[in-house]
Each structure stands twice: as structure tokens, then as C-alpha cells.
């Protein structure tokens, strides 16, 4: 995650935010901050290519949830474009929360078909 | 009957899609998130503090309320988790509280992030779809409403005509003179084509801006311009069918009604639409297409009764042929009918072919310029009249030349793009071997009522 006014370096960024939340998610329905914590697990940073220590253009890409910036663009993003559904769901105290999965069908099967 | 049942099955399943897409459009876009779906309130711990970072980046995401609602109702819900977390780890609740604001980011910054996430082009694309398709059912809707004021419109103006007329209050008769129905017709196909207009514009801004997760006032302009020339284009060129002043008034202000209903109070929920009023609706529709077919059917059945007539004036257009250059045994037989391919009125004249070519030849060789004359008539709407040629006009309303085929002449005549033809009786003449006009056939007569567009009304002659 990273906090840039350059706009290229932004989308850059956000698409590299999109692509760890989808490994984030793996199969499960995950809340926000359940994504976040998921993120900041090593395995899934590493998994993602993007170690604590990597550096985007200077400014510091923290894999901690330090800059939470990225996140929910690149949450509501994903589900502009059908790659995630989300719904209100009660969690264990019964409270509902926004919750993320992803689509098994969509436009993103399309292209994995074509690469296959 | 198959395929109509079809076309009916067709059109109420795409109608009530139509409707589905708008009501569920209406949801996003009302004041409330799905009671369903999102909590209407963020939770009880929300501070000043969190609602002063909320409402910085509302400003700025310009989305359809019920994204908005649930995206600050997600991130209060975030806000509140970090918080709680950060106090796990030692923090204290102020320090916390900047904490988690300050990892989200500039509120400002974090609503153009998000407005640019939810206004993705598949959306935009999706709205434009969903529009056009909500403007459809829109435009059904509308019709269907349309005819029903215009029918209780006209019920309501029946029942105070009377009631005004006795108290000395005369109303302007807008139909006299019009015994066909015209008149009537086209006010309501016009009235009922502006509500449609208007209607299908709003089912459009709406629908869009809800499938576009933009809001209502962002996308008006686009479905204004869209609209108004559209309808416009259909109303005053496409739009064929009888026409009268009142009509085409109406329709010219059609790109108008388009254009206004895509702005004043669209940020309004459209009225409730359930499967009842669509019924009423149809009912009303249908009910009144069946009065004025029967209405028709007892009206044309009236005219073109000539009968036993003394005098058709048919001197006033020419002097008959001598019988020195068109003998009495000359026959012409024959008539008119529709010109399917124009929309015209075919006119027919064919000499007795027992007379035989040479005998035929003979009689064509004395007659140049010959044509068919179409006049004006005394009306023959009206049951009990005398026909013939109106004295009262010096010239023809329109003249072709006749073109001759073996036997016949013909021609074709278009009677209906006049504004006031009215009845009409064709008569063909020739120029004889005296250079003088003479009258070959005593004709025929019909009635014509004006076709078209309300462009073709304004410019057509009188």
C-alpha cells in the first residue's frame, strides 16, 4: 500500500492492491479488516510478491496495516468489476458486516480461459 | 393469432423486466440503503470526530444514497474495529481514533478513490443499457398513463361542456368542422406520446444513474440531449397518422417535455408502478382502441353515397367532350383505391377495350395534355348531402398527368398530405383539336383525410 499524489503511481498502486486482496480472500467471505489482517500474514505478502521492505518510487510500500488507503477502492473496485460480491452479513455477536468473496463466474473467467 | 399471442407474451415480459429494473434502480437511488442489506445507522461508538471524517469524504463520492449510506456505514464499522484494536495494543481512545483515521488517508482523497471505484466503465456501459431499457418500459408506461388522463381528460370535459354551457360559458370547439374524428384522435395519440416522452426520460436518468452509481443530476444532461431528440425526431417526423393544430402543437413541445423531465425533481423517487395500475393501464387502452374501432367502423360506413344526383357541377371544371372526338359509345370504366407503395390514392380510368385498337387510337389522336383534375367536394361525411364539385373553389386542389397504359389512364394522387382536402371528386380532361379544355369522364369521388407527420401538417399546403 502506498500514499502518492502521482496518479500513475496510484493506479500502480491500486492494482497491486487489488491483486493482494483477491489472494487475500482465497475461497472464504472475509470482512475488511479481517482482509487487512489476512494481508499483513506473511505467507500472503509473500505469496503476492510484495515483501514488507519493497519500495514503490521512493515512498515506502508497507505491508502493515499502517496505510489503509488502498484498501476499500480496491475492494469496491473489484466488485465495479464483478471479479467480488459483497453482502451485509451477521457475524458471531450478530452484528452485520460488509462481506467480501469472490465470484466463481465472471468476466475475469473469461480471460483465464484465453490464457489457458 | 399465434403471433400475436407472441408478440403480446414478448412485450409484457420485456414491460414487466422494464419495471423491475427501474423499482430495483429505485432502491439504490432513495434516501434509504435496502433495509435488507446495509444497517441505516453506523454503530452507537461513532464520534464527532469519526462523523467530521465521514462527512469530508461523502462530499466527495457523489454516489446514489444507498451506496453512499453503505459505504460510510462500512467504514464506521472499520473505523470502529481499528480503534478497538489499536486500544488493545495500548493506545489511548484519542490517540486511536487519529490512528485509524490517519491510515485510511485524506477523507477527501479516500472519496475520489472510492467514487473512481464504484464509477467503473462496465458500469457506465451498463447504465447506458439499462437506461435505454428502463426508457422503453418507461415509454410503454407512460402511453398507457397518457391515454388513461387523456380518456378521463375527455370524459371530464363531456360533463362540464353541459354544465358551463348552461350557466353561458361556451367552451372552443377545437373539433368543428372535423366530422371524421381526426381532430380527437390526434390530441390524444399526441398527448399520450409527450407523457410517454417525459416517462421514458426519467425511467432513463434514473435507471442509468442508479446502474452507473452516479447520481441522477450527473447523468440528466446526457438523457436530456438523448431524449429530446430522440422523442423530438419521433414526434414531429416519424410520428404519421391524422393530424390537427392542437396535435402538433403538442408534439413540437414533446423535445421540451423530454428535456425538462430529465432535470425537474429527478432527484424525486418515481411513483410506484405495481402490476395493477399496468393492468388498468392495458384495460383502458385496449377498451378505448375497441370504442373508437367500432366508432369507425359506424362512421366509414356512411360515406361515399352518391346516389341519385341531378347535377354534379361537373360544367364548373370543363365542358364534356364533343361527341364528334369522343363518341358515346366511349366507355370508361374503372376507379380508385390506396396507393400502398405512396400511401396515395390510385386513380383508374380504362377505355371499353371492345371499342378495339384502331377505334381506341383513332379517339386518342384528337386529345393532348390529358389529365386527371382532383377538386374539392361538397362533404360527403355527412349523410343525406348533396355531392358534386364545391362551386365555391375556382381551381383544383391537385393535377397529374395521366399516363396511359393499353387501355387505361391513371394516375396518382396524394390527397392526404393536404391539411383540409376534405371531400374531393377527380375528373379527367384534355386539351381537344380547338385547343380547349374538355371533360373526357365525368370521375369519381372520396374522401380524404390528412397522413402524416406533424412536420409534413406544418408544411403542407392548404
Same mark, same amino acid.
Do not use: C, K
Given at each position: 500500500m502506498s500514499r502518492t499524489d502521482d496518479p500513475a503511481r496510484r493506479v500502480e498502486a491500486l492494482v497491486r492492491e487489488r491483486k493482494r486482496v483477491l489472494d487475500a480472500l482465497r475461497g472464504e467471505d472475509l470482512t475488511g479488516p479481517a482482509i487487512l489482517r489476512r494481508m499483513s500474514e506473511p505467507s500472503t505478502a509473500a505469496e503476492a510478491g510484495t515483501p514488507a521492505s519493497a519500495q514503490l518510487g521512493g515512498a515506502a510500500v508497507d505491508s502493515e496495516p499502517r496505510d489503509q488507503s488502498l484498501l476499500y477502492p480496491a475492494l469496491h473496485s473489484l466488485e465495479a468489476d464483478w471479479r467480488l460480491e459483497a453482502a451485509w452479513l451477521p457475524d458471531a455477536g450478530g452484528v452485520r458486516r460488509r462481506t467480501y468473496r469472490k465470484r466463481r463466474f465472471g468476466p475475469h473467467l473469461l480471460g483465464e480461459i484465453g490464457r489457458s | 393469432m399465434t403471433i400475436l399471442v407472441g408478440y403480446v407474451v414478448v412485450l409484457g415480459g420485456l414491460l414487466v423486466a422494464a419495471v423491475w429494473l427501474v423499482r430495483r434502480s429505485e432502491r439504490r437511488l432513495g434516501a434509504e440503503p435496502d433495509a435488507h442489506t446495509a444497517p441505516t445507522q453506523p454503530g452507537s461508538d461513532v464520534t464527532a470526530e469519526i462523523t467530521a471524517y465521514l462527512d469530508r469524504m461523502t462530499a466527495e463520492l457523489a454516489l446514489p444514497a444507498a451506496d453512499v449510506a453503505e459505504v460510510r456505514a462500512e467504514l464506521a464499522d472499520h473505523l470502529q474495529d481499528?480503534?478497538?484494536?489499536?486500544?488493545?495494543?495500548? +493506545?489511548?481512545?484519542? &490517540?486511536?481514533? $487519529?490512528?485509524?483515521? %490517519?491510515?485510511? =488517508?485524506?477523507?477527501?482523497?479516500?472519496?475520489?478513490?472510492?467514487? +473512481?471505484?464504484?464509477? &467503473?466503465?462496465? $458500469?457506465?456501459?451498463? %447504465?447506458?443499457? =439499462?437506461?435505454?431499457f428502463a426508457g422503453g418500459g418507461g415509454f410503454v408506461l407512460g402511453y398507457l398513463g397518457g391515454t388513461m388522463l387523456a380518456l378521463f381528460a375527455a370524459l371530464a370535459l363531456a360533463?362540464?361542456?353541459?354544465?358551463?354551457?348552461?350557466?353561458?360559458?361556451?367552451?372552443?370547439?377545437?373539433?368543428?368542422?372535423?366530422?371524421?374524428?381526426?381532430?380527437?384522435n390526434s390530441i390524444f395519440l399526441a398527448v399520450a406520446t409527450a407523457i410517454a416522452a417525459g416517462a421514458a426520460t426519467r425511467y432513463a436518468v434514473r435507471t442509468s444513474a442508479s446502474l452507473s452509481r452516479r447520481t441522477p443530476r450527473s447523468v440528466a444532461a446526457f438523457w436530456a440531449v438523448g431524449g429530446g431528440l430522440g422523442f423530438g425526431w419521433w414526434a414531429i417526423f416519424g410520428m404519421r397518422g391524422a393530424q390537427s393544430w392542437p396535435s402538433v402543437a403538442i408534439e413540437l413541445c414533446v423535445p421540451v417535455v423530454a428535456a425538462v423531465a430529465a432535470f425537474a425533481g429527478i432527484e424525486r423517487s418515481m411513483p410506484h408502478v405495481g402490476r395493477w395500475a399496468v393492468v388498468a393501464g392495458l384495460v383502458a387502452v385496449v377498451g378505448s382502441g375497441l370504442v373508437f374501432a367500432v366508432a369507425g367502423s359506424v362512421s366509414s360506413s356512411v360515406i361515399n353515397t352518391i346516389g341519385q344526383q341531378p347535377d354534379l357541377h361537373l360544367d364548373s371544371v370543363a365542358p364534356a367532350a364533343p361527341t364528334a372526338w369522343l363518341p358515346e359509345d366511349a366507355n370508361f370504366g374503372g376507379g380508385w383505391g390506396s396507393d400502398w407503395s405512396t400511401g396515395g390514392t390510385q386513380v383508374s380510368l380504362e377505355l371499353d377495350p371492345n371499342l378495339g385498337a384502331p377505334a381506341i387510337a383513332a379517339i386518342l389522336a384528337n386529345w393532348r395534355e390529358?389529365?386527371?383534375?382532383?377538386?374539392?367536394?361538397?362533404?360527403?361525411?355527412?349523410?343525406?348531402?348533396?355531392?358534386?364539385?364545391?362551386?365555391?373553389?375556382?381551381?383544383?386542389?391537385?393535377?397529374?398527368?395521366?399516363?396511359?397504359?393499353?387501355?387505361s389512364f391513371e394516375a396518382v394522387f396524394h390527397l392526404e398530405r393536404f391539411r383540409d382536402s376534405g371531400s374531393w371528386w377527380i375528373v379527367l380532361t384534355a386539351v381537344g383539336p380547338d385547343g380547349h379544355r374538355y371533360r373526357l369522364e365525368s370521375g369519381m369521388g372520396g374522401d380524404a383525410r390528412f397522413n402524416g407527420s406533424a412536420w409534413d401538417w406544418l408544411t403542407a399546403p392548404q
Open positions: - | 481499528s480503534i478497538a484494536s489499536l486500544e488493545a495494543e495500548g +493506545m489511548d481512545r484519542d &490517540s486511536a481514533i $487519529r490512528e485509524a483515521l %490517519g491510515r485510511l =488517508g485524506p477523507a477527501a482523497e479516500l472519496g475520489r478513490q472510492l467514487r +473512481m471505484a464504484h464509477q &467503473s466503465t462496465r $458500469r457506465l456501459l451498463a %447504465g447506458v443499457g =439499462g437506461g435505454v360533463l362540464a361542456t353541459p354544465v358551463l354551457a348552461a350557466v353561458g360559458l361556451r367552451l372552443p370547439d377545437i373539433t368543428s368542422g372535423d366530422h371524421s374524428g381526426n381532430a380527437v390529358v389529365r386527371f383534375e382532383a377538386w374539392h367536394a361538397l362533404p360527403m361525411d355527412m349523410p343525406g348531402l348533396l355531392v358534386g364539385i364545391d362551386t365555391r373553389y375556382s381551381s383544383p386542389i391537385e393535377v397529374q398527368p395521366a399516363s396511359f397504359s393499353d387501355t
